[in-house]
């Protein structure tokens, strides 16, 4: 060996050519394959007789023809194209993309190297700590292998791994089998671009938020949120998404078939045996950690950059993803097989379609360290389906009509936040010269719709808890009374009348107190009070105040008897923030958002004192806002007036009022939808 290589006991260069020939020796056979199990990783030289001669075939032997013939005597290793996992893959998915290839074939490097890496290790498990080991220990190790060690060495990406063969079954544990790593390119790897971006974006979480402990974790979280951090907060809403995904799954398998299935699953999960009733349980909670503004805050800071780093020690892949997303992304070819895969078998998601592309092309833009929103609305428009998109948005969500399709079967809360979802991700997708067309029209056209239907399921019982005295019939007039009061001290624009006068508590009471006895006597419905109609009681005898004021307390009632985001009995003081955004939220929808309150105020503002006109202007910059944060009625409402209001700063890619990036949401308000009989189609 030392003549073939020098002298390995002095020499460094030497010593990593020693150790090169002995890996090759020890971990290979004659025909280059790697050898498993029995004494393949230990760290002797076998074949040996007791006369120390060496046998042909063995390690011995090989190590003697290296001595006789030099480098030429050890044959070729095998190439990732021919391990048999990788050629499997490519059999089943001829039309990958370069990128999705590229993952495969680091997943197949660990499917070969899988009896090495534990062996030389002396790992019991095949974890990621094994995977840094290999890797650090055999610095000869070739470029790709090395970048597939380091690449699944991460935790996000390692616990695409963990339990792949049978997700369905049981929970990650921190190890795979090499089973796992052939179900994951069997089953899971990406085959198309638009799965490449969200396997980066799943790695990117992974790494963020896989050393948080959530094992203490509990419904504490959702009824003391203020006791959590952002990070742990967030692990929880990576854990729920991950539930979504598997009761899905779960149903389209047949886990629920039977009464005992449901039983046994139940008791498990200590919920709903039914899946749908648990998975509108899990969508739920989804959708509080959503809409927490720590969680947002702490998605937006971190995601990107948790993306950018995915890539540091696989230069293989930074190079294939740069080619997917020149060939596949920028072309609008992966966008058109999204759509095909969404509107097969009789599916019309063209919504899900769009979401994939957008969301993916954003997390591959992140992961290759930039940010181009205008090269993705490009994109779609090179697609061969743009003009459905632009069909779907000009005729179905500018009129609302999508908006009355989703209220036939979801609650208004439900439908205006998925409707407003795809209004933004429509407008981040589509040519904004085309959707700059319509915005009057949009906003008009949704208030119109929500002032007909955002009190459909509101009762009286609701004010009650809320306003009665004790909870009763009787009216707590002092309570409504104080509050009034308290928003006409901190928001006075709120009750603004048209002249320049705000309206006084009195006058809102006395309307409120009015419509209270309606409902008392069973006469109408909160929603056949018609409050914002144009036949509206209110509108007829009362200014624009009143009208803000009365209405709002409804919002506000139904809200606090509700729990603010299902946080059960409320503080004095979270009462009074509720009421008022839901003043903030009613006056949005009395005006039709906040260019005509902004508008109306422009009119009077020579009837007003300057400071006191600079206050309500500085009040108005954070009216959407203020009122979003709340969860129900009035949260979603102006949550949505927040979106129609910034569709310009959304065209440019930007987030609009503190709302999560669609990347880092992963479309979480669309998720809201999310049915069980999904799994099943």
Same mark, same amino acid.
């Given at each position: ?79 990732t ?7 499997d ?5 001829? %039309?990958?993309d370069?990128?999705s ?13 899988? %009896? ?31 970048e ?11 616990? *695409? ?18 089973g ?11 085959k ?6 969200? *396997? ?52 389209? +398998? ?24 648990? *998975? ?11 809409k927490d ?46 759509w ?22 954003q997390?591959?833009?992140?992961? *290759? ?10 994109a779609?428009?090179?697609?061969a ?6 069909? /779907? ?11 009355k ?14 409707f407003?979802?795809e ?36 009762? /009286?019982?609701?004010?009650?808890k809320? /306003? ?7 009216? %707590? ?55 914002f ?28 008897a ?12 979270q ?51 203020g ?13 949505a ?29 669309? +998720? ?10």
């Amino acid at each position: 060996l030392k003549e073939r290589v020098g002298d390995f006991e002095k020499d460094a260069n030497a010593a990593f050519r020693a150790v090169q020939v002995l890996d090759r020796v020890t971990m290979y056979n004659d025909k280059g394959d790697i050898q498993s199990g029995g004494g393949a990783f230990n760290s002797s030289v076998d074949g040996f007789t007791k006369g120390a001669e060496a046998r042909h075939g063995t390690e011995a032997g090989r190590l003697q023809d290296f001595g006789k013939l030099g480098f030429d005597a050890l044959p070729e290793l095998k190439k990732t194209e021919d391990i048999s996992s990788y050629k499997d893959f490519l059999k089943a998915n001829p %039309d990958a993309d370069v990128a999705s290839k590229q993952i495969a074939r680091y997943a197949a490097i660990l499917d070969e190297n899988y %009896d090495a890496i534990k062996g030389k290790t002396g790992s019991a498990d095949f974890n990621p700590e094994a995977l840094t080991a290999y890797n650090k220990q055999n610095p000869q190790l070739g470029k790709e292998v090395s970048e597939a060690l380091d690449f699944w060495s991460q935790p996000g990406a390692f616990a *695409l791994l963990d339990n792949a063969k049978n997700p369905l079954e049981q929970g990650t544990d921190g190890k795979a089998s090499r089973g796992d790593v052939q179900a994951f390119m069997k089953n899971t790897a990406p085959k198309e671009a638009g799965a490449v971006g969200t *396997l980066l974006e799943a790695v990117a979480e992974g790494n963020l938020l896989g050393k948080v402990n959530t094992d203490a974790l509990n419904q504490d979280v959702f009824e003391h949120p203020q006791n959590y951090t952002a990070e742990q907060k967030a692990a929880v809403l990576q854990e729920l998404k991950a539930a979504q995904t598997l009761i899905v799954q779960g149903s389209g +398998a047949g886990m629920w078939k039977d009464d005992k299935s449901k039983v046994q699953i139940a008791n498990k999960v200590s919920s709903h045996p039914d899946p749908q009733k648990l *998975l509108d349980d899990v969508n739920r909670h989804i959708s509080e950690l959503e809409k927490d503004a720590e969680v947002v805050k702490f998605y937006n800071e971190n995601a990107t950059s948790e993306l950018s780093k995915v890539l540091e020690g696989s230069a293989g892949l930074r190079e294939a993803l740069q080619s997917t997303y020149d060939n596949d992304i920028k072309t609008g070819n992966a966008l058109d097989k999204l759509w095909d895969a969404n509107t097969k078998d009789g599916k019309t998601d063209q919504q899900g379609a769009l979401a994939q592309f957008y969301s993916s092309a954003q997390s591959v833009q992140d992961a *290759l360290g930039f940010s181009k929103p205008g090269e993705i609305q490009e994109a779609v428009q090179k697609s061969a389906h743009n003009k459905d998109f632009e069909a /779907f948005y000009e005729k179905s969500l500018v009129p609302g009509e999508r908006l009355k399709e989703l209220l036939k079967t979801e609650s208004f809360e439900v439908a205006t936040s998925q409707f407003s979802m795809e209004v933004a991700m429509y407008n981040a997708a589509l040519n904004p010269e085309f959707t700059g067309k319509y915005d009057d029209k949009l906003t008009g056209n949704y208030t119109a719709i929500a002032q007909q239907n955002v009190f459909n399921e509101a009762s /009286f019982n609701d004010l009650k808890k809320a /306003f009665g005295k004790e909870g009763g019939e009787a009216l %707590d007039e002092a309570k409504v009374k104080a509050l009034i009061d308290e928003i006409s001290k901190s928001n006075p624009e709120l009750l603004m009348n048209a002249d320049g006068k705000p309206a006084t508590s009195d006058q809102i009471l006395g309307v409120f107190r009015g419509n209270w006895d309606l409902l008392r006597q069973g006469t109408k419905s909160i929603s056949e009070l018609g409050l914002f109609s144009e036949n509206s009681s209110i509108k007829a005898a009362s200014g624009a105040g009143v009208l803000h004021g009365v209405s709002g307390l409804f919002m506000a009632g139904i809200t606090i008897a509700k729990g603010a985001n299902g946080a059960g009995a409320l503080t004095d003081r979270q009462i009074v923030d509720i009421t008022t955004g839901s003043v903030q939220s009613a006056t949005l929808l009395a005006e039709g958002g906040i260019k005509n309150v902004t508008t109306q105020f422009k009119d009077i503002k020579e009837m007003l004192e300057p400071d006191v006109y600079k206050d309500i202007t500085t009040n108005l910059s954070k009216l959407e806002n203020g009122a979003k944060g709340l969860g129900g009625l009035a949260g979603v409402a102006a949550g949505a007036y927040g979106i129609f209001d910034g569709v310009k700063s959304i065209r440019r890619g930007e987030l609009v009022g503190g709302g999560m990036s669609i990347t880092a949401g992963s479309l979480g308000v669309m +998720a809201g939808l999310a049915s069980a009989a999904e799994g099943a189609a």
